[in-house]
């Protein structure tokens, strides 16, 4: 709660992980903190071939465990209200492997995340040329959840849909006030998309009611 972890780094001859923070088999709040210029170099000296780098700000392999009775727990974390910027995973060996510079989530197990209202920003993967692994990465892991909503990450595509009844045109996950004036008051035409509502028009061309659409 309201700390910051700043550059910190992790560095290993395998695989490195969690640049600020790595959780394993545990849970967290983590909330109004900042996370920048954190680091994690894998493969250091090149002698145990190609590793894995992930997680340059925080890493989460899984947060679920057992107790002696056998009974499995599964432990919600919570982020929400942080920044994470500038931080970054790169390894000596192959520096296109890296992925989430950011958070890493899922790696390895069981996990349920709840991540609320965050900034990315300006996180790198390697040479940063896959936009995809800059900033976040989750498992696509049936068992694991994760709640990823009301954040500003860079990059991120934002999807518009259009309301098959009333020809209203919106967005998918709106994920932040910031946005959310972006969407309605800059990229969507307010008066197409006002006249085409109250004609109740079910084929509407999204391409005529939209001035601009684009990645941040």
Not at 117 to 135: F, K, V
């Amino acid at each position: 709660l309201r700390c910051e972890f700043s550059d910190n780094i992790v560095k290993a001859n395998g695989e490195a992980y969690g640049g600020a923070l790595a959780i394993y088999e545990g849970g967290a709040d983590i909330i109004n903190c900042v996370f920048s210029n954190n680091k994690t170099l894998s493969a250091v000296g090149g002698q145990s071939g190609n590793r894995t780098s992930s997680g340059g700000a925080i890493h989460i392999r899984s947060t679920s465990y057992w107790n002696n009775q056998g009974t499995e727990f599964t432990n919600n974390i919570k982020i929400i209200n942080n920044t994470l910027y500038g931080n970054a995973v790169t390894s000596e060996v192959n520096n296109q492997n890296p992925y989430a510079g950011g958070i890493a989530m899922g790696t390895g197990g069981k996990t349920k995340v709840t991540f609320f209202n965050n900034i990315l920003w300006d996180n790198t993967a390697g040479d940063g040329s896959n936009l995809s692994r800059n900033e976040l990465w989750t498992s696509n892991d049936p068992v694991s959840t994760f709640y990823i909503d009301y954040n500003l990450i860079k990059h991120a595509i934002f999807e518009l849909l259009e309301c098959q009844n009333c020809s209203l045109i919106y967005q998918k996950y709106v994920p932040n006030e910031f946005l959310l004036h972006k969407i309605y008051e800059e990229w969507i035409n307010p008066d197409i998309a006002k006249n085409n509502h109250k004609s109740n028009t079910n084929n509407v061309d999204i391409k005529n009611e939209i001035n601009l659409v684009r990645s941040m």
